[in-house]
Structure formats: C-alpha cells, structure tokens
C-alpha cells in the first residue's frame, strides 16, 4: 500500500483523462505544468475529440495507450468516473486521481455513486484519490496537477480536505518565508486511500519535514492517531480542524460529506498523538513556520524585550494566554542590564527599553544576549519597534538596525535559544527584518501570533520531553476478556436485546474487579424482603427491565427504604409504574443495592465517537456535568498517565482535593476505575454502544459505583 | 476646563523648552514637524545655551518670551521639570505637554516628583498632559509634537497611553486603509488631565468621529464612563486594555504607574457604556475600521459566501465564537441561487459556490446581490480567494474581477447592508481589492478578523438600540439616606472602629427593607436562651466582636442549636474561641438568628474597585464562587436593566431555573436584592469599603440573608 503511494506521488507515467485545449480547464492546466516544469515521465492525454493537446498527441480512450500508466488524473465528471476507473482498471492503472464533486458530500444519491466506484477501486486494484479533491502534487519529483502555479520547493508537506485552505498557506508562505513545499495531496472525500495512509507516506518522506493538515472530518481517526504518534516522533504534525461550531460542524459535512464528532475530543486526542492543534486559520503558517525552522522548547520560560511598556504589557498578556511563563530573570540579569541601560528604570520581565534603543538599535542586541545568557529563559520574544528604526526615527539607522538584525540571528544560532519578532513595521519593506526572517527569526505584526509561535515550540517540545501511555491508541482485547462475560454478550444479542439489565451490567463488571455496590435481584415482594435482610437496610430498589432505559424517569428507582413494609410497598410501586409506562416492557423484577452514604459524586461514561471508536468522559455528578458541563474526554485505551490528568482537567478540580475542610476524594481510587473501565472497553470494544457508570460515590477512602448502564453495538 | 484643552489642542503659540539642534531629540522634530506643516501659530524653542534652531531664534528661558504662550512642550529631565511648570506659571502658560519619564511610575520617588508637578500645576493654573507622554498631535490645525513623520489627515482620534501603541494603530492604519487621523493624545501618567476629560474633548471635536484607545489603566474610571456613554451616543470608542494577566498587569503599572482593578470588572463597565472593548492588538484596527467606515449593525444575522467548503466551514466557526448567527436563508434566496449556479450543489449558509466562479468571478457579485435581498440578512460575509482570481487562474480575468469589486461596492452601498471580505490574497497587491477598500468594503486576511469586524459592528448597533438603566454611572445618594443609618455610621467611626458588628450591618440593611432574618443579641448565656425562645428553635448563634472578621474561620458561628443545652453550651464555647484567638478581643456577646430552611445559596458582594468605585458581585454560594470562582460584576449603581443580566451572566444560570425536577428560586426577589443593596451603597458610598451578604438561601418564593459583613472606608 505504501507502494501505491509512491506510485501515486512518484509516478513515472500519468494519463490525464479530461484533458483539454481549454486554458481554464484542469485538463490543460496540469499538463502544462507537468510540461513547464519537466516531469520526468510520460504524459498520455486522453480526450475522444482532440487531436493534439500542448504538442502532445491524444488518446481517444485509455484502452489506446500502449504502455504502462501508473496513474491518471481523471478530469470529467462525476457520472462518468466508474466506467473511467473500470478502464483503469483493464490497463492496470495504479492510482487515479479524482478531481469530480457530485459524491458523498451532496446527499443520498452522491453516497451510492461514492460507494459504487470505492468497490471498482477495490475490485480492479486501482488506489484512489478523493473524489472531491483539488488534485495533488510532489514538487520534488516534478509533479503538479493542481493547476497552482509559482510553488517554491521545500520541505512543508500540506495534506488538507480543503483545496482552498491549502491555496491560503501557500500562498502566505510564499509572501512571508522562505519555505517551500515538499508535495500536497488534497484528500476529498476518502472514497479509498485515508488520512493516515497519506501521513503514513509524509512520515517516510525524506523530501519532507513538517506535515501541515486541514480537515473537516477523518473516516478513521483511531488509525489516523496511530500513524500520528510515531510521526511526531520524527517531524510536527500541525493541524487545523474545522466544526468548533454547529454551523461549521454542518458545512464541514456539506463539504467532503466528513462526520465530526465532539471538537473537544478530537482536540484531546490530537494533543495526546503529539500533534499541534490549531483553533483560527491566521495561526496555521506562524505555527508551520516556527515548527519547520525553530528547535522545540523543553520548558516555558519566557523573556521579553520592548521598547515600550504598551507592547510589553500585551505580549505579557498574550504569553499568559498561551500558559508560557513571563519568568522572573536573574539578580545578575538585572544587573548586566541596567549596565547597558545606564538608567534608573525599574527592570524586570517583560524588559521596557523605554526609548533607550531610540538612537540606537543595537541595543536590541546587547540586551537580548544578556537575557538569552541567563539560564531561567528558554526563549526570547521581541516586541515593538524593531526594523522600523530608520522608518520612524532616521534613515541613517538602518545600518545599526541591520547590524542588530545579525548579532540577533547570530546569537538564536548559537545559543540554541529560539528569538520571535513582533514588528510593528512587519509588513512594511525592511532590510533588518528581512535579515532575521532569511535566517530563522520569525517576524510578526501581532503581538499573539508571535507568542503562538512560542506556544507551539513548546507544546512540541513538552510532547517529545515526557511519556505518553497507550498513545500507540491500539485497542487490544488480548488477554482481557472473560469467557462468561463474553458468553453473556453473546447471550443477550441472541435474545434480541440491545440493553443490559443492570444486574448483568453490574456481573460484567464485577467479574473485572469495577467495584459496584452488592446487589440482589428479586422476583416478587416477599424476595425483595429477603434480599433487603441480606443488604441490610437501608436499600435501594429499582425496576429491572430491558424495556426501561432511564429508570428515575419514571419513578423507577426508591431511595432509603427503610424496613420491610417499605420494600413490600415499594415493590408494587415498582412494578405498577414500570407497567403504566409500558404496557408490554418485559419484567425482570427488581434489583436492591445498599443505600450508600453520601460523599462526592462522579460520573464516567463511554460512547463512540464517528472518527475516533470509544471515548471516556469523567466529571462530577449533578449540577457539575448537567448544568456546567465540567467534563474531561480522553479516546480509550487510556493508562496510569492520562487517568489522572482527567482529574486534573475539569474546571471543578479542587473538589475532589476536599474544600471548606471536607474531606478530599480517595484520587488513586478514581485513577484505578478508569483504567478498569478503559481495560473493560478494551476487552468488549466489539459489544459495546455505550456504558454508563452514574452516579460513583467517592469517599476519602474508596469508592462505590452505585448506577450502572450498558447498551450495545 | 475644556477651554484648556482647546488650547493645549489648538494653540495659538507653543514654547518648546528643551529646544534642540540634534535631529535625535524630540526639541528639534517638533518644531521640524511644526515648520513642515505651516503651524499657523508662533514657536519660541527655549534653550539657554542655542542661538538659532532651524531658523528660528533661541530664547533663553521662558520669562524671556514677551508675547503670549498657549503651550509648552516640555522635553527636559524629569528632575527640571518643576521649575519649568514654575516658569509656566509665570508666564500664564496655559497647558503643558511633559514628556519626561521617571515620574509615578519608577516607585516612591518617582511619585513624590509626580505629585510636586501636578500640585504646581494646580497652583499655577498650568493643565499638564503627562508626564510621561509620546506627545500631542492635531492634524486639523497643523500641529504635531510627537515627532512621527508622514500623518495623514482624517477623523480617527487616538488616546493612548502608549506612544508605540499609537505608533502601532498608525503604522497600520496607514499601511492597510485609507483612514487618516483628526488628533493624537499621549495620555501618559494622568497627573493632572485625566482620561474622561480628553474624551470630552474628542467627544466635542467636529474632525473626531471615532475615538481609538489603548490603557493601563485610569485614575477615575468612573467619570471615563460617564463621558463615555454620552460619546457613543454620537461616536463610537474602541478600546484595548492591557492588563488581563499578572504579568501584563505588573507591566502595565511600571509604565504608567496605572493601577488596574479586575480585568473582568473593567471588561463589563466598558461594554455597558457602550464602548467596544478589544482584547487583542491585532484586532484594534480591523475593529477602528470597521465602526469608522460602516453602519453599525442592529441584528446579527449572517450570510457568508465562500468559493471553497474549507473556508466556509472556517468562517462559520469564527462567527460562533464571536456570537453571530449564521442565519438560515429563504427558500426564495436559495432558489434564486440555485439559478445562478446552475448546478446541484446543496445550498445552504454558508453557501459554498465550490468552484463555480473559478471562470467567472461576476458571480460572486451576483450571488451575494441574492443574499442582501434576503430580509433575514443583515451583513454578507466573502471569503476565500476573491480578488486574486487574476492571479491564481489567469490575468484576463482581472477585468471581470474588477466588475465584481464595483458591483459589491454598488451593492453595500445602496443596501446599507455591510459587506466584509477575507481574501488569501489581501497581502497582495489587487486592484479589485483596493476598489472594495477605497469604497468601504473591508478587506482582511484573516477570517477571524473579518468576523470580529462584523461582531463589532453589531456590539455597537445593538447598545444603541436598547435601553441601559444607570449607566449614567452616577452614584446619587440624594433622597436615599436615612438618618438613623447615617448616625449609627459616624458613631462606629467615632469609636475608631472599620468593621460594623453583624448586628449594626442588619439594622441598617432592614432599614432598608433587605431581607435580613430576624436576630436577637445576647450578652449572657441566659440571655441568649431568652433570644433563642423567642427566635423559636432551631437557631443559629454566632460571636459578636467587631475584632473577629472572619468568623466561621475561628469556630465562631454554631448552627442548628435545637434546644435551651445546647444555647447555653454553645454560648460558652463562642466566647471561649473568640477569647483563645485574640485575647483583647472586645466583645459583644452573640447574636441569634433562625436556621433557615434549605434553598439555593446566592452571594451578594460589594468592594471598592481601584478605577471604578463601588462594584458589585452576584453568584451561587459554596463551590460554585470558591472553587469555580463563577460571579458576575456590575460596577454600581444599576437598575432594573442590569440586576437581571447579573442574574444570567453566570455560568450555573440554570441552576436558578431550578434543575431535575427541582424547584426554581425567585428570581424576581434576587432582583430586588441587587437593586437594594445597589442603592444601600449608593445612599452611604462615602462609608463602605466592603459589603458582603453570604449566604443568602433563596426559595421558590422569597430569600433570606443570613449572614452580613460591612467594613467602613
């Protein structure tokens, strides 16, 4: 499959089905490409009614061809794309690249078409690209059918579900930077080969360094994840996702017929992978640029240097924004400053110059090898005026300033330490600015994206610097099922039934060491008694029935009952609501568990996700997860790493430490049942919809799971 | 005292002191500046030891000038700047402009040469500008003293506190629009004229028609508001405030010496005057555009049109973050566009035109004429890549391209409907680009910018379309104070006391019909057994010492005495506590009170904010305030606009509607608490520092403060 890819990327023959004497066609565009910029293969126009496109013979149809073509870029329409892949097919064509819209995206009839030439693929051995896509191209082995002229060569690959997004970047690199690109793939609609097959190739890739990726949507972001984790150990992944909101999740869909699930989860889960997530599309090239150019940051520290306390403050404001630390600089840091500021101003981080550089840039320079030498600053951002000297004040700085401008450059090099620009002149012609973006010194005109920059270095870096649990996001059952948890999946799907009764939910449990409250099921009244005896009161008692899904909605669960008559009554009560609810609900009893005592409540949950399979949430109960909505998510399996870091990640944390001299929540045990629930998923991943555990009382010593629910796939 | 300002903006005359020959120094720029311009008036550049300054002859001092001087621009060391101010004083100099740092804002020192010069100024008759300024300009009458080079003329004020701020918003501004600026005040430390009285001044200035900000922070915010909301009334005010975080804050105050109150506090003022507040640099201009250019918009239904789904799906994303609606168009809009486009795309909003004006960017034209016919559309959003379709595709479609930009000039024009662009190609040089921007049609580069334009443009509408209770932020005790409150105020300061006992800060609460429980006092054990037959069991007993503040945190309130035992007990064990944590302590005995029955704990809170004055705090009792810290603020008065906002603005609102089956909590008397306890502090302002009502359990119907703190100024 890698090899298709290559074949895909690295053709050495293509047949552009569509081509076309039309300038503003694609069919022209990227033969003229192929053609201007050398490509080292063939070139099989294929058109039934042209003779010659751009002094190259035509072909009326593949089957004409001769020789062997190893991919076609296919340029008509959608109705006619499965008799074109049918004819890949016969000539062993080995990718296609499917330009068309008309399919998954726009509704029922789009599907089938999508799903009808998914199958030709698949039976004829033909790998496809898109459909829905704006083409792709491998600058490094000459190949371009996009139709986007002027690319610059280099080391960015872009792999994005959206042609335009892509235009964007390339087209801020292109006026911004130095960097160039090593090869695009647009990837539509995922009708065959998938995000992590094409990032699978990126990795491999020696022509390539930092992967930047737009999508709407992942048909498999489990594998997707898998294939991230061990490229972000080699290069950054940087990635923006649309569908923070409803209307963006919806045009997300409209446009590559992509299904979302929560943003929230898709984030965490891209975060654990290692990849740098990215919220607004102004931050996608700063955050490319400084990842392809700077060294990652291992720790936060951050110094900064202005020539004014207006700009200072703010870039303090930013850097808070990102959580990277404003650090207080050393005794001996001040000292050497003041040194050079022959002045009575108060220094401290951020550094105001406060003029002092107005007749002299270069101490810009003498300042920042002062801070960059002190041990407690990982990094340095520079804010203001710098590379507009000679605009502002006199031309006859300019030479100053550029003499800044490489003692600057000069000391990133050596001390390793990554420098950021803010510049109010950054979109103004400037030689000294000029200088440090030639040589990796990134310059921005806002005050946040330069701070972003930093933020992604050190995300990065903090990634690469600690250990990750069962990030490798393999959901591996062996070793952890249960034959008589297995036999009773089995048991239940037999009888029809996608719900668990509780009291098999609570078995299944068990049986893996989830610690649920005791509990006993009971027939009619009398045995409710006797159950209630061995419990000891006071119990708790509620309908059992795989016909009830949410059993306090209709009343179907007792609290504290307190002695015999209570149960015998309640027993009734039960039953009578439960039937008044469903005159045909099947009835298995009731089940009574022990009143327990109050403590804190927590909530875990499961569900599926469309890109990612099974997710955890974890929250407080009540008000917590159902009026704040205070949760944390993590894609299972999860391991002794990322557990507690849930605890850590809801607003409401503190609660669990204790308040107002309350007693703290027993943390450990927390952690170990959500590494049994993640091992639980894990073992019956194949079974399970949805799981529910909710309430959990936690208590400084222990916990119960009091409520307990489990749907089926 | 505006007079003043008149002169200080529109002098007739301005004496430089600290004239120069060093093209370096700002003695030399201004009167360059001046000369270059034509400044209509006279300038007499003061230097004992110059003959003649570009052309024009030197004065010795200022009592040498024998004619009138309006101004003095003061560009000498701090320490010299007394005995100038002395000098102006001499000379009826009526307004000084005093750049000099190392004033309020270095420390104690610094603050003593600050309060020498502002109480010279007093004395004198001199209104200072600074220190600590970038200087003054004013286009419209030629005059520039801040030494930056190349201003164009227009009706953008700026007021700022940062020189390079302004540099910043200019340097952009110029390089971006066609925007120019009416005048320019470095606001600088606020010795002496204070931020509202230069927006009056703006506020007045028929060549101002908005008004640009940037603070750390005010010396009387409160008079800022109340010119504020009489500004907008005829101009907006944009405003970026630095200071959201520690770090930012601590910086803002070494550069003006501004001490800042909660960012939060400050954040919520502002938006009630009406003023748009900017919480990024990089959106000061965007936004300034915006509302100089534009109708403010009075609903916030939008249409985004894009020519890819990638950008589309991103825009709607960035319109929910800023809380615009992306509306759901017509059937008769989506049917005309169905025309237009000819194909089988779903249409919907955003509308996606994916690729079908790649060979004809009229389109864009004509679709967006559909979408601003919609009448549920109140703005059009364009994204993607118009304007470089010439350079993308192929140069003949640059007259096309040109077309369009005139008719979506034509069209926003004639429909009053705004229309904003985000464009991949904005860095670039486009002649359709500049059409739109000379023709108030926004162009950005960034689709969160271009969204956060539209958000502030409907920030704006919407405050001057609804009605606003007491933002006239004037605090009017007339009529509201009663004179056994007054008297029981002065008799505590008379006994040199800070801190009202519990039973002082009820009586003056139930004086104003707060709902307070009832309560008894007791100075003996039996005593309180009387007071708690009386009160009825159970009840609540607490110290009673003004030098116990805190008093839960020593033992000191008891709840739930059921019985005359546990009274007389529990009396003993109040003193005992109160005696073992402060020996000297004075007591009062204890005070009774009801226990209440259960309900929702609300708190109510009064401080004096450092800006602002009198600030209230409304939120859930317990976690919800300590650990979640969910509150919201109003600076004080406010009325029966303001009381129900706070009511909504936190983020557990549901929980006051009553949850899971729950009952609700009477809002309407939450209401009428915040409106009492606003005109409790408004009659005693002078008195209280801090006024805390904690808890106060609210019912279905009703509520009851339980426990009061009030602490004198």
New interface residues.
């Given amino acids: 499959m890698p090899q298709t890819l290559n074949h895909v990327l690295r053709p050495r023959s293509i047949a552009v089905v569509g081509a076309s004497n039309d ?2 066609k694609r069919g022209y565009q990227a033969i003229q490409s192929l053609q201007r910029d050398k490509f080292p293969g063939k070139i099989y126009p294929i058109n039934p009614k042209e003779k010659e496109i751009l002094g190259l013979p035509v072909f009326k149809s593949l089957e004409e061809v001769q020789e062997d073509v190893d991919i076609a870029l296919i340029a008509t329409p959608a109705a006619i794309v499965p008799s074109v892949l049918e004819q890949c097919g016969k000539r062993h064509v080995k990718g296609a690249v499917v330009l068309a ?2 399919f998954g ?3 029922s009839d789009g599907i089938k078409l999508q799903q009808q030439i998914t199958a030709i693929g698949k039976r004829e051995g033909v790998r496809i690209v898109g459909p829905n896509t704006s083409g792709v191209f491998n600058l490094h082995h000459c190949m371009n059918l996009t ?3 002027d690319l610059p060569k280099g080391s960015v690959a872009i792999l ?6 892509a ?2 970047l390339i ?2 690199i292109r ?2 930077s130095n960097l160039g690109f090593s090869a695009y793939i647009g990837v539509g609609n995922e009708a065959d080969i998938q995000f992590h097959e094409y990032l699978d190739y990126f990795r491999k890739d020696a022509d390539t360094n930092i992967i930047v990726m ?1 999508v ?1 949507g992942m048909r498999d972001g489990r594998k997707f994840l898998q294939v991230a984790k061990q490229t972000v150990e080699e290069k950054p992944i940087v990635l ?1 996702k ?11 869909h ?3 017929g992509a299904l979302a699930g929560l943003s929230v989860v898709a984030n965490t889960a891209f975060k654990r992978a290692g990849i740098i997530t990215i919220d ?3 931050e996608l090239f700063p955050a490319a640029e400084a990842l392809a150019t700077l060294k990652p940051l291992s720790d936060n520290r951050i110094a900064v240097l ?9 870039a ?6 990102y959580h990277l630390s ?1 650090v207080d600089i050393s005794k001996t840091t001040i000292k050497q400053l003041k040194t050079i500021l022959n002045g ?3 220094i ?3 550094v ?1 110059l ?2 002092a550089t ?2 002299d840039p270069l101490i810009f320079a003498q300042c920042a090898e002062v801070l960059i030498a002190d041990p407690a600053v990982d990094a340095l951002m520079i804010v ?2 710098f590379g ?1 000297y000679h605009l ?3 031309d006859s700085l300019l030479s100053t300033e550029e003499e800044a401008a490489r003692q600057l450059v000069a000391l990133a090099a050596k001390s390793g330490k990554p420098i950021v620009v803010h510049s ?2 950054a ?2 012609r400037s030689r000294p600015l000029d200088i440090l973006k030639e040589h990796h010194v990134p310059v921005h ?5 330069a701070a972003k920059c930093l933020s992604v270095l050190y995300e990065y870096g903090h990634h690469l610097s600690i250990s990750h649990d069962r990030s490798n996001f393999v959901l591996d059952s062996e070793g952890k099922t249960k034959s008589e948890v297995t036999d009773l999946f089995h048991q239940v799907r037999k009888a029809g039934r996608k719900n668990l009764i509780e009291s098999e939910a609570r078995q299944m449990l068990l049986s893996h060491g989830i610690p649920v409250t005791p509990w006993e099921c009971a027939v009619t009244a009398d045995d409710a008694v006797e159950a209630a005896a061995r419990i000891g009161y006071p119990v708790v008692m509620k309908i059992l029935s795989p016909d009830v899904l949410h059993k306090s909605d209709i009343g179907g669960v007792l609290l504290n009952l307190k002695n015999e008559d209570m149960v015998q009554d309640g027993f009734d009560l039960l039953i009578g609501r439960a039937r008044r609810q469903n005159q045909r609900a099947k009835m298995n009893g009731v089940i009574l568990t022990p009143m327990m005592p109050k403590g804190v409540e927590i909530v875990v949950g499961v569900t599926q996700d469309p890109q990612f399979g099974p997710v955890m949430m974890f929250g407080l109960g ?2 917590m997860v ?3 909505k ?1 949760v944390s998510f993590r894609v299972l399996p999860i391991g002794g790493i990322s557990a507690p870091q849930m605890l850590e990640e809801i ?2 944390r ?2 669990l430490k204790g ?2 001299g309350q007693a703290g929540c027993d943390k450990p045990a927390i952690v170990d049942l959500l590494l049994g629930v993640s091992n639980f998923v894990e073992a019956y991943n194949d079974h399970i919809a949805e799981l529910d555990l909710n309430p959990i009382i936690v208590y400084e010593k222990g916990l119960s799971v009091v409520d307990t629910r489990i749907i089926l796939k």
């Fill in positions: 300038v503003r819209v008309g995206e726009t509704g139709g986007i002229r994005s579900q959206s042609g335009n997004m235009l964007s087209t801020e006026a911004k737009f709407d923006l649309s569908g923070r909101s409803d209307k963006g999740r919806q045009a997300a409209s446009h590559t607004h599309s102004d202005s020539d004014g306390g207006g700009h200072g403050a703010l303090a404001d930013a850097l808070a924004d404003v009575s101003l108060i401290q981080n951020p105001d406060a003029g107005d007749a203001g005026l507009g502002r004040f006199s109010l002149y979109s103004y005109e806002s005050i946040d994206i009540g008000i159902e009026v704040l205070d607003r409401a503190d609660i308040i107002r």
